[in-house]
């Protein structure tokens, strides 16, 4: 599929999804605490999402070489868990020390917006943290290089070049995407640097920029439930996103508050 232009209507829709999509994310990071269950969370975002009559564009979804539906509205990740963790089969508890990465897509007004956060679970060592804010910043460094004439490229470049002295794995298979019309559109957004200099950026295009970086190795696994993704050696990983639209001068963060 052709990347896509969205109009200042549809902009407008997606802001007011993305602030609706950004105060669930706030509430359940709230609600993260040790001896939470990831079935709580789920639960809670649901009746978060339903509450305002909007939908999870999650709950169901079927990406390409899925053997099922996502069966849960949020995406929970606990510590070596990267991405596409499953918080209501076999739930898990949260536990002291944890960090845990919630990921949801919203689809308000017919429309998709894309976020996801990484918190502690209480008290949490230093590395911890650093991983966190590591990435939350790598996310920020990559929404700066966004402009319209700019290429995906420069996104990808400005987060590596802010994580490899940071000596975190960079997740490769996995990356951020086109977004709006549907939970993933052209182009593809690597969190690492390409020969290609990728899609040119134009003003409308809405895209979810999402670093995933790894304490350790960049590699990563499948678990035999065909979705949650972990790191190969066990240790743990950060995931931050933000739905952004490009403007002519920069950037517009679309799932904030
Ligand atoms: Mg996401
Ligand atoms: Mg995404």
């Known amino acids: 599929m052709a990347v896509t232009i969205k109009t200042k209507e549809e902009i407008d829709i997606l ?5 609706r999509l950004a105060h669930i994310l706030s509430e359940l990071a709230k609600a993260v605490k040790p001896g939470v269950s990831t079935l709580e969370l ?139 019309y549907k939970v993933h559109e052209d182009p593809y957004v690597p969190n690492y640097c390409l020969d290609d200099k990728g899609e040119k950026l134009r003003a409308g295009m809405v895209i979810a920029i999402e670093p995933m970086l790894n304490e350790g190795t960049k590699h990563i696994k499948l678990d035999s439930d065909g979705y949650t993704y972990r790191t190969k050696d066990g240790k743990r990983s950060a995931h931050f996103e933000h739905t952004v639209v490009v403007t002519k001068n920069g950037a517009e963060i679309l799932t904030m508050l």
């Open 42 to 180: 789920d639960n809670l975002a649901r009746k978060l999402v339903e509450e305002k009559g909007d939908k999870s564009s999650f709950l169901n979804y079927k990406p390409a070489g899925a053997k099922r539906p996502y069966p849960a509205s949020l995406c929970v990740s606990i510590n070596d868990e990267i991405v596409h963790g499953i918080p209501n089969e076999s739930p898990k508890i949260l536990k002291e020390g944890d960090i845990v990465s919630l990921d949801m897509g919203l689809i308000h007004d017919g429309l998709f917006t894309d976020s996801a956060i990484t918190v502690p679970v209480g008290e949490v060592d230093q590395a911890a943290r650093d991983l966190m804010d590591d990435t939350r910043q790598a996310l920020l460094e990559g929404i700066k290089a966004v402009k319209d004439g700019n290429y995906v490229r420069d996104i990808s470049y400005a987060i590596e070049r802010y994580v490899r002295p940071r000596r975190y794995g960079i997740v490769e298979e996995l990356c951020g995407h086109g977004v709006g």
């Open 15 to 19: 802001k007011a999804g993305g602030r």
